[in-house]
């Protein structure tokens, strides 16, 4: 398996909202010994979003620098997405 690989797999989770596996599979990556890349980070990120919980979103985005990566816009987009979807203006206005 490759970061492309491991990538692909979190985001099919992260379209369903399954916040849990989309998870799961970013730390099989990282116990792989893969280094995560932005877009492994910016899935988990969204699968919070579909999965209605803005808290780990944020969790997740304030991860990325122990990674040595650095957030995108894409990522900040899906963690205030995930704000949004739960109606956590005070947080989206933190992120932003």
């Known amino acids: ?7 692909n797999v979190i985001n099919a989770y992260a379209r369903v909202g399954d ?3 989309a998870e799961a ?7 792989a010994g893969l280094p995560p890349t932005v877009n492994a980070f910016t899935s988990v990120i969204s699968a919070c979003g579909q999965g209605g919980d803005a808290r780990r979103a944020s969790w997740w985005l304030q991860q990325m620098p122990l990674y040595s990566i650095s957030p995108t816009e894409a990522c900040f987009s899906a963690a205030i997405d995930a704000c949004a979807r739960v109606g956590d203006i005070e947080r989206a206005d933190q992120l932003a």
């Not at 398996?1 to 990538?7: A, G, K, L």
């Not at 599979?25 to 116990?31: G, I, K, T």
Request: proline share 6%.
């Open 1 to 7: 398996p490759t970061e492309v690989s491991f990538t």
């Open 19 to 21: 916040i849990e596996r």
């Open 25 to 31: 599979w970013l730390q099989r990556m990282l116990a």
